[in-house]
DNA sequence: CTGAAAGCGCTAACAA
DNA sequence: TTGTTAGCGCTTTCAG
């Protein structure tokens, strides 16, 4: 059923029907009602390829991301989510499985399939790819710390406190021996992060000792390995582990258990993230808290300003930039006593 | 930068370069070799709606799932999505958040973009729009079961008997009083295996107890209300609960520690689904392994396979079914002893 | 092998 | 208030 059909059975021209779909204050009450009813009766909906070739927007926002199989990230896409669907945007979720090859590829397809926005969460995106971004005048906004600009706007999380923050509580703790579980990725954060914990330590007269500092794959495998390989090279344990997120914090408690180290005990350990099972494991994981769903919804509303100043006027405009911040989460696998009246 | 521009460019017709962009082999070598240039040096993509509004497909396949925070599906849409990426083919992906109605309006969305399949999991689906789906003529299948339809091609799994099987191990385990706590969904597959359950107790002549059978929302705090209010209200605790999802079998864990109760000396628990933080928990949690990932693979398959055939011809034909089987995964939470060599 | 032109379905400027 | 018509950017038939 195409609109031609409609301005026949309605007895009018097309531009008449094009008309009470778009601007029906324009059209006599009586046409109009007729027309509708036609409408409504034969479910008509406009091509939406025509539409697209005549309005230049499509409604849609496209919104790259990590992985799928990770909370964290299904989160941030929940926020974005809701935020474009009460503007009536629909959300092309892609994901780049951590692969700066793949996310080039989504990026083509959602430009050339002409996105009104883009959403790049924790980007591995370079300069040039960035700059061919900004040819195609698409509004953009970034989730997360990326290296390759500081012009966009950005939503990002104060990840250096919060790791300062971990750390501190750490050496409150009575942990002196803080060993790091960093993560690999997201890049910017898991740089941020190492120096709020150097920073910490270096104010406290603690030494940081790089063979304490582990770079790992940012998942349970990482956490478990990374866990094994530390205690086993090392002479002597650390007090504590600070791990870049909840999911290594997994993985290294896991190996802990099995190398019949006790947690806290034995070795405390903290995680990054406040993933939804923290407060599920045995022992409970301390660990920060990071507005994840927040951080999607700032995101989407810096996204559609963009698109709705874009409408508006061009021409170039400061880059905005929120940051959060994160909250500690303590709890038992940390071994504090007196704070633990805040536990979840 | 289009088609025209690029045609003045190389001093051609549109048509010429039309022809090297969709018949090359229909243009002479030297032409095509001028105008390919030019194409690469500009950049130049062809308009998307264009495109769309001449070649009725946009090779674009819609999948709707229930929920994001959802380890097990996005693990379907890692699958799905691979398989379309091969094809060449792009996933718009929507988030219903278990709402039919949501469901609805994607339903509409993704028909008005015209894509070129649809792949519904665990659908909530109505016989009225599944009408609506099948007069819009466009290929579907199914993951997961509905009740909507059987002529759907469709792949799921084999649940009662994955609830059959554990319930078997739990009496073999010497549990008699087998409390089950049952997702609300998804609906179909939670009947399948509170039919699986039933069945079992019944051939080993263990009374049914209705009020041992609690229906829960399918999430962690689903699982530790359920277990709270059973044991609040029994008189006399379970041997075992069975419940219909990792999630549930982690709040009910939750509760029971809670409560004092030890997993597995006082209460065992048996999940569903093979979640990846089953191998984690204290104690690691018995459940059934479904094959998540695959189910998207053999989904998507399908849905080329009728993209592909639609394009040779229309007409009946029988839907196809795939089951799929589930595996048990032993582990401490239900205290067998015996199978305790297959531990993960 | 190449070009002119019709047409995909819709919107909007211009006329009436 | 309504109709006529020129595009939007591309593909494809039909001539040449």
Redesign the pocket.
């Known amino acids: 059923?195409?609109?031609?059909?409609?301005?026949e059975a309605a007895?009018?021209?097309?531009?008449?029907?094009?008309?009470v779909?778009?601007?029906p204050?324009?059209?006599?009450?009586?046409?109009?009602e007729k027309i509708q009813k036609i409408i409504d009766e034969e479910e008509?909906?406009?091509?939406w390829?025509?539409?697209g070739?005549?309005?230049k927007r499509t409604r849609t926002i496209g919104l790259i991301l990590p992985q799928y199989i990770n909370s964290a990230n299904m989160e941030v896409a929940n926020g974005v989510e809701e935020v474009a669907r009460k503007k009536g945007y629909i959300t092309l979720i892609c994901n780049m499985e951590k692969n700066p090859r793949m996310e080039k590829d989504y990026l083509d397809q959602l430009i050339a399939r002409k996105v009104d926005g883009l959403i790049l969460l924790y980007s591995t995106l370079n300069e040039e790819y960035a700059n061919w971004i900004e040819e195609e005048n698409v509004p953009a906004v970034l989730i997360g710390q990326t290296k390759a600009r500081d012009t966009w706007d950005s939503v990002f999380v104060d990840c250096r406190a919060g790791a300062a923050e971990m750390t501190a509580h750490l050496i409150e703790c009575g942990h002196r021996r803080i060993a790091m579980l960093c993560g690999k990725d997201p890049e910017m954060e898991a740089k941020a992060m190492l120096q709020g914990y150097k920073n910490v330590l270096k104010a406290s007269g603690i030494k940081v000792e790089e063979h304490l500092i582990y770079h790992v794959n940012n998942n349970i495998e990482g956490g478990y390995i990374g866990m094994k390989k530390m205690i086993g090279n090392l002479p002597r344990k650390p007090d504590a582990v600070f791990a870049s997120s909840d999911e290594i914090a997994y993985g290294a408690i896991d190996a802990l258990k099995e190398m019949k180290l006790r947690v806290p005990e034995d070795v405390a350990v903290a995680g990054f993230g406040n993933d939804r099972m923290s407060s599920l494991m045995e022992p409970k994981v301390t660990t920060v808290e990071l507005p994840y769903r927040k951080m999607g919804i700032y995101g989407a509303r810096m996204l559609f300003d963009q698109i709705e100043e874009k409408q508006a006027k061009a021409g170039k405009r400061r880059p905005k930039k929120i940051e959060l911040q994160t909250k500690m989460r303590v709890r038992r696998s940390c071994g504090h006593r007196e704070r633990i009246g805040e536990m979840f």
């Open positions: 059923m195409n609109i031609k059909q409609i301005a007895g009018v021209s097309v531009a008449t029907v094009s008309r779909l778009n601007h204050e324009n059209v006599a009450p009586k046409t109009r008509y909906t406009p091509n390829f025509a539409q070739l005549n309005f």
